[in-house]
Each structure stands twice: as structure tokens, then as C-alpha cells.
């Protein structure tokens, strides 16, 4: 079974800069996950998506981020316009609701450097 | 509102002694607890779940963990370390967000070092 996959892995852009990373979550899975991770720190989840709809958007900084998942399968994570405070590694996650306690599965994430 | 802390930002060991990663969780119910292990440029791996059955819980590669409720801990072990161990591993308590899907809270995660 393939994993979830994501794309770019790496990303080097300048502070104003707009950048968008993809996820392809694991086939089958409704609910995909946005997540940032800063140096040091655990992930933070930004958004969560079941199917193609918004679960919860409530840490997401909507002024300068956006996040669609039109068919309800893969997602793209846009910035514009980016800042330093921006770099990370976004990662991206999926789950399925065969069980009640449903594993989050993550992707290898992609690391922004904002310069 | 549910959080978990790592007491230790880094844990230094030496290959063939144990290994102990300490949290505790924060729940306004019986929560479900997980650990993850991140290896560098690698996604991250679940290791065990508690989802209220044994408090005992066993994972991948010979890790394990005990939930105590009187303790609100759920601290990782492992009785011999390898080299491989060497990672960053996360403390993770979940919530229900919406109809069964769920929310993780991730710790501030704890990085192993594993000495030859």
C-alpha cells in the first residue's frame, strides 16, 4: 500500500513569495490533515479536511494561508504572501474511519525555507 | 481542552541500557494517547496507542508504555537502546473533532541520542 506522498520536499523561497505544496493522502482515506512543524517544536495542525470539506480551519493564519481539497482526495497548501516565521516542515496526513481510534498515517513532509 | 508535556527535551543514552521518555497528558476525559517517532527526513511513525484497554501498552521495535491514570503519565520505554533508536519521539494525546474523526495534540517532543 502506498503511502502518503508529498511534494515538493524541499522549498527555498523569499519573504513575500507565494509557494503551494501537494498531498496525495493514502487511497481510500477521507480525512487529510495539514500540519506545521517549527524546529523544536511538535506539529501543530493547521486544517483538517473530511472528504472535501472543511472540519476545522480554526489555526490556520487565513490572512496569507489557503488550503482546497476540491475532490476529495488530493490537497494543496498555498502561501501568499510567505514570512520568515513561515519556515517549517509541512506535513500532511491521512486517516481513514474504519475505527474508532483511526491512525493518523503522515507523508515525509516538505521543508520551506523563507529567506 | 487537552495538552501533554515532555519533561525532557533531550535524552542522551548508552546502546544496550534502557531507555525512559517521560510525559504526561492533560484530559478533561479518558483520553486516547499515542507515540510517534520521527527519524530525520523521514515522516512520522506511529509506536503505540492507549485507547483505554490495557494500561500496558506494547509497540514496534520493543518499545513500550504505561498509562497511570493517578498519574496522568504515559511514559515510553524500552529495556535495551540501539542505535537505530536515535530519533526525535512525540507524546500525542487525541481528541474527537468531528463525528468520529479526530485531532492530535502533539508534545514539544523529546530527542533520543543513542552513545556507542
Known amino acids: 500500500e502506498a503511502g502518503v506522498a508529498q511534494s515538493p520536499r524541499y522549498k527555498i523561497i523569499e519573504k513575500r513569495q507565494s509557494v503551494a505544496f501537494w498531498c496525495n493522502p493514502i487511497?481510500?482515506?477521507?480525512?487529510l490533515y495539514w500540519y506545521q512543524q517549527i524546529l523544536g517544536q511538535g506539529p501543530k495542525l493547521l486544517i483538517q479536511?473530511?472528504?472535501?470539506?472543511?472540519?476545522?480551519d480554526s489555526q490556520l493564519p487565513k490572512d496569507r494561508f489557503s488550503a482546497e481539497r476540491l475532490k476529495g482526495v488530493d490537497s494543496t497548501l498555498k502561501i501568499q504572501p510567505a514570512k520568515l516565521e513561515d519556515s517549517a516542515v509541512y506535513l500532511c496526513?491521512?486517516?481513514?474511519?474504519?475505527?474508532?481510534?483511526?491512525?493518523?498515517?503522515f507523508g515525509p513532509g516538505t521543508r520551506l525555507t523563507v529567506l | 481542552a487537552q495538552s501533554v508535556t515532555q519533561l525532557d527535551s533531550h535524552v542522551s543514552v548508552s546502546e544496550g541500557t534502557p531507555v525512559l521518555l517521560r510525559c504526561n497528558y492533560s484530559?478533561?476525559?479518558?483520553?486516547?494517547l499515542f507515540w510517534y517517532v520521527q527519524h530525520p527526513n523521514k515522516g512520522l511513525q506511529l509506536l503505540l496507542k492507549?485507547?483505554?484497554?490495557?494500561?500496558l501498552v506494547k509497540g514496534i521495535n520493543g518499545f513500550e508504555a504505561e498509562f497511570k491514570k493517578s498519574e496522568t503519565s504515559f511514559h515510553l520505554t524500552k529495556p535495551s537502546a540501539h542505535m537505530s533508536d536515535a530519533a526525535e519521539y512525540f507524546c500525542?494525546?487525541?481528541?474527537?473533532?468531528?463525528?468520529?474523526?479526530?485531532?492530535?495534540?502533539f508534545g514539544s517532543g523529546t530527542q533520543l541520542t543513542v552513545l556507542p
Open positions: 496526513a491521512s486517516s481513514s474511519e474504519g475505527t474508532k481510534y483511526n491512525e493518523q498515517f
Open positions: 487511497s481510500g482515506h477521507a480525512t
Open positions: 479536511f473530511q472528504n472535501n470539506g472543511v472540519v476545522d
Open positions: 484530559s478533561s476525559y479518558s483520553p486516547s
Open positions: 492507549y485507547t483505554s484497554a490495557a494500561t
Open positions: 500525542v494525546v487525541s481528541s474527537i473533532s468531528s463525528g468520529s474523526a479526530r485531532q492530535l495534540t
